[in-house]
């Protein structure tokens, strides 16, 4: 029932961090990477994230039982596309991205009929990149969000959900619709909040720019290519997104003045004793 | 030439550190505490902050060679006329408020002739507070910003610098004027974004964020009333900041296109290698 012949596609610290936290459960998995780069795959093997890579994405899924897609969002439809008719029946594809309603429709589209694919966003990583910042506790305690839909296989979404429990994951299911609104709001909007925020400051004003700037502004330092893709993909959300978040700062303009002192301080203990809420996490 | 004899008005997270501080480097500091709860004083009594304390802000500067304004910035007005006519002709004042302009203004209306005022702002602190907070360590390799303007003496600025380089601070001058202008920017809009963001939250968004969000916001956890007062005193430099803050999001807009992929590739790059500039620190 369990997974034992696994594609890894893209190695980088997210599809390394799943083989390095395999193999140190267990030696039965046999991992394939693909990549671009062979530089890249034997310092993943080297590792110990991976056993055997190729960079022929069909040679590097064959027989396998589980292929996850590694790669930024923006590669996922022509990866699909290719690996679709090297795949066996019975085999489960999964992802880790960071958007997902068009990973959900491409799969639908570009895999044959018994290949069963479910939608996975563990939600790891960092501002750090590449298999040298790849680790076998990656996972360890975080959340994986899932998003099957009305035609996704159900076995496959337990075995895939399993896959990840077994890498340290707490589970919330979601529609792929309601993944991509909630994550424009709680992830790709404060990732653009945080770029528009460094790229305001002046020479200057990031000269004297303390502990709380450095904080708010970490994510920024991420991959820019990833964020594209994502940025893109989920344009509509994160537009209405940048909306609402516009309307709050209307708001506070509004209370900057004297005489809505009371009101300024009641919107920021609000906020306060919302971002408590979320405190130890 | 240093100081001896010193009044910490507001025995909270950066006045009580300040008392630790001294008295881990040496003996002959005399401090005094003031603040309205004698429980909290007590507490900062016991904790070694203070030698002695008293409620009433004329009794607790009687004598003092240094007094440093550690409450929050909407008080500083009424301190400095409270303590003006109490201070012997060549006492020295201080803050640690982080807005700079307003206390510059009100102390050379406040405060007698002789009496030398110098703004700081130390830029140490986080979104922990009270007395309980405290630490002896918490100025050291942090950056104090010092305010002289054309009226204030030189002596007491090199005085109170100084004083802030013994407890481990860098200096940087600036005009009450850059300061406002440049930590609207680096740190007030920050502050504000996180709470407009927090704020933006539903309950199922909240539930699904990750470390991201939760580093980007963790400002917004910090004392509504402290940050009501910076808000409302730097109102004019905040709403330029959100005033540029909504250029860079419209422009980020105009990007979201699909044929607009390789100019918002270059925007996260922009920000990623700026907030690099800053890594380490």
């Known amino acids: 029932m369990a997974f034992e012949r696994l594609s890894i596609l893209g190695v980088g610290l997210l599809g390394g961090s799943i083989g390095l936290a395999l193999k140190s459960k267990s030696?039965?998995?046999h991992i394939t990477g693909y990549g671009h780069r062979s530089e890249t795959l034997a310092k993943a093997q080297e590792q110990g994230a991976i056993d055997q890579f190729s960079t022929d994405?069909?040679?590097?899924?064959r027989d396998a039982d589980l292929a996850i897609l590694c790669t930024p969002v923006g590669t996922f439809e022509d990866l699909l596309r290719r690996i679709g008719p090297?795949?066996?029946?019975g085999t489960v594809v999964t992802d880790v991205g960071s958007t997902k309603r068009s990973i959900c429709r491409a799969a639908e589209r570009a895999l044959p009929a018994g290949v069963h694919f479910v939608g996975s966003h563990p939600m790891a990583g960092s501002e750090q990149r590449g298999i040298e910042a790849?680790?076998?506790?990656?996972?360890r305690d975080a959340l994986c969000i899932t998003t099957p839909t009305g035609r996704t296989d159900p076995t496959a979404v337990r075995q895939v959900e399993s896959f990840w429990q077994d890498l340290g994951m707490r589970i919330t299911r979601l529609t792929p619709e309601d993944h991509d609104r909630l994550l424009a709001d709680a992830s790709h909007l404060p990732h653009a909040l945080a770029?528009?925020?460094?790229?305001?400051?002046s020479d200057q004003s990031l000269a004297v720019a303390g502990k709380g700037f450095l904080d708010t502004t970490r994510i920024a330092a991420g991959d820019a290519g990833l964020w594209r893709d994502i940025?893109?993909?989920n344009s509509d959300n994160l537009k209405d997104s940048i909306r609402r978040l516009r309307q709050h700062l209307e708001r506070l303009e509004t209370m900057l003045e004297p005489a809505k002192a009371k009101?300024?301080?009641?919107?920021?203990?609000?906020?306060?004793r919302k971002r408590h809420s979320r405190d130890g996490t």
């Open 263 to 272: 009101e300024l301080l009641h919107w920021l203990n609000q906020a306060a």
């Open 27 to 29: 030696s039965h998995y």
């Open 231 to 233: 940025f893109q993909d």
């Open 86 to 89: 090297a795949l066996n029946p």
């Open 195 to 201: 770029a528009a925020l460094v790229l305001l400051q």
């Open 57 to 61: 994405v069909t040679e590097a899924v």
């Open 134 to 139: 790849a680790r076998a506790d990656l996972y």
